[in-house]
């Protein structure tokens, strides 16, 4: 405990308490029955604050979010959250985590180095994105995927996240931050039907804060990186 409160700063450790203070909060008011939906959350949220310091461990608690947010989508008929997650997040959270590990900042397993990617790169990812939404979204089609254009859409933000994560970029962040808007209008709507899915869009408001500052936070290690300090 000592050595997790001399590593997050206590803004940090406020942002992890009082997400999981909301989740849990909404999880009692709206559910109270889909325990698997409040441990997905606390896994996840947990993750988050661990990538926010660049740290291999978020990846490792990503892959475990994944698998369990997949089994969640499918309860609804989200097969495209499903098919994202299991198919796509979760191997790629593991190839990420393998990334990161073999680049470690200066020697410090804790701290990953952060990358610097060129423009040509920019562009094939955003080619790759398109061919990979233009395939899901016909296999999405073909499982009659509720609330199909949300679904779709994720999965472009999604491909962009996990892509942006294995290549170690700050833009990885900002990338989730887009799939949780998106995420959270996907279980908005499905709240409107099952109000118990309201701890699942709450979930995601709280990866919504806690990916904009994983990406404010990342923007500061790479310029301390840069910089050559410690």
Known sequence: MKKAFGYFTRFELALWGSSVLVMTASFLIFDRENGIVWTASLIGVTSLIFNAKANPAGQALMIAFSV???????????????????????????????????????????????????????????????MVTLIFYFVLLFFKTANIIPSTVSVT???????????????????????????????????????????????????????????WNWRKIQRRQLSGKS
Not at 103 to 124: D, H, I, S, T
Not at 172 to 200: C, K, M, P, Q, R
Request: with cysteine; hydrophobic share 50%.
């Open 157 to 215: 933000t999604s491909f962009l996240a996990v892509y942006l994560t294995f290549r170690r970029s700050p833009l990885f962040a900002l990338a989730y931050a887009a799939n949780d808007a998106v995420l959270i209008v996907l279980w908005g709507l499905a709240s409107g039907e099952d109000l118990s899915y309201l701890s699942v869009t709450t979930c995601f408001f709280a990866f919504l804060i806690n990916d904009v500052y994983g990406y």
């Open 68 to 130: 369990i947010y997949g089994m969640i989508s499918f309860s609804y008929d989200y097969y495209g959250e499903m098919l994202t997650y299991l198919c796509m997040t979760a191997p790629m959270a593991a190839i990420a985590l393998v990334s990161w590990l073999k680049n470690p900042c200066k020697g410090k397993k804790a701290e990953v180095m952060v990358n610097q990617l060129g423009g040509r790169e920019y562009v094939w990812m955003i080619v790759i994105a398109g």
